[in-house]
């Protein structure tokens, strides 16, 4: 990603250097929207409305969304399930494996809100946007995969609006940190170079 | 042998304890000290009780009872095992030594409820994190992140 950032860089401040620019944003989302990878993040019952959206019926392939088992392959990660205090730390390191850019479909009530785990409940993780930088929201307990397809398209249009350019890219920062979590703090610049 | 064969067994072996075991719905349930705990459970397996299903505990406020699930392939049929302990030091015998499958179980009873199994190889916490404070499964557990559901929902 260096080189690209430089790239950018260097065509903003060149004369004429923005129409080159656009040019090459236009087939940059064009390739990112039509590839999005997804990290299957499934932890309870969506995973099965996910595994389902993969296979034939559904067939997500066509529109260029494999689910890929590795966080380095993938562009888009699905958190479809609930999250609990103790998986949390396992989810927030899987998304600081992902390369930039990438973003996050929360998948179901539990990914939005804790859903019916809002009361009365001490282990689960009220929405995973209290710690990941959710892109788009589908409702549904479980959504069916037509809303996993809507997401997916709806995430293509947003993908199709960013640029390369660094000082119009995406802010992927913002992620809050997580209490006791390794990556953050004192150890995040040693674990990055072994763990992450 | 089959479970009325089992109880007069029982009755031969533990004359004081057979008031206490009774059949319900094709299950004996055996209720025993928790002194008794592990010779209890040890001549049930050999008597054919192979399999250990579940472990598991009630808190009844002044003491929790656990509760044994075993199981026999011959008799086709299963056991509960109940015992008592008091929630001030709420210890019991490990059964680990007889059925492995008991590692686990006992490891998540003591995870909710906090009573130590004395024996067991490895007793620490096994579904909620290793700093975790209380035992949530207590009647009296209070955790401040906890938010209650209001009474109009």
Redesign the interface.
């Known amino acids: 990603m260096a080189g690209v950032d430089d790239l950018a860089k260097a065509l903003e401040h060149t004369p004429g250097g923005g129409v080159i620019l656009t040019s090459i944003d236009a087939i940059a989302d064009w390739a990112r929207g039509y590839s999005l990878w997804m990290m299957p993040m499934g932890t309870a019952c969506c995973a099965m409305e996910l595994i389902a959206a993969s296979f034939s019926k559904f067939d997500f392939d066509r529109h260029g969304s494999i689910p890929r088992p590795d966080p380095r392959h993938t562009d888009v990660m699905v958190v479809a399930g609930t999250i609990t205090h103790k998986m949390a730390p396992a989810v927030k390191r899987l998304w600081a494996q992902m390369p930039d850019p990438k973003w996050c479909i929360a998948m179901g009530n539990c990914a939005i809100s804790g859903g019916i785990f809002y009361y009365d409940t001490y282990s689960v993780v009220r929405g995973v946007d209290e710690f990941l930088p959710v892109d788009i929201y589908i409702a549904g307990c479980p959504p069916r995969p037509e809303s996993l397809q809507d997401a997916i398209l709806r995430l293509r249009e947003k993908v199709r609006a960013e640029s390369i350019s660094p000082s119009r890219v995406r802010a992927v920062e913002g992620v809050l940190p997580l209490p006791g979590d390794p990556l953050r703090g004192e150890s995040a610049a040693a674990s990055e170079g072994s763990d992450v | 042998m089959d479970i009325v064969e089992l109880r007069e067994h029982l009755c031969g072996q533990y004359p004081d304890l057979c008031p206490l075991f009774s059949i319900e719905f094709g299950d004996g349930v055996l209720l025993v000290g928790s002194d008794r705990l592990h010779a209890a459970a040890r001549d049930l397996k050999d008597l054919g009780f192979d399999r250990l299903g579940m472990v598991t505990a009630v808190d009844f406020g002044e003491e929790f009872e656990l509760v044994y699930r075993l199981q026999s392939r011959e008799m086709r049929a299963g056991i509960f095992v109940k015992t008592r302990v008091p929630r001030e030091e709420p210890r019991i015998d490990s059964v680990n030594d007889l059925w492995a499958a008991a590692n686990w179980q006992e490891r998540e009873v003591y995870d909710m409820f906090g009573i130590v199994f004395d024996g067991h190889p490895d007793l620490r916490r096994i579904?909620?994190?290793d700093?975790w404070v209380g035992y949530?499964l207590r009647k009296d557990?209070e955790?401040p992140?906890?938010?209650?559901?209001p009474d109009y929902?």
């Not at chain 2, 992140?145 to 559901?149: E, L």
Request: glycine share 0%; proline share 8%.
């Open positions: 579904l909620l994190t700093d949530p557990y955790n992140t906890i938010i209650r559901r929902l």
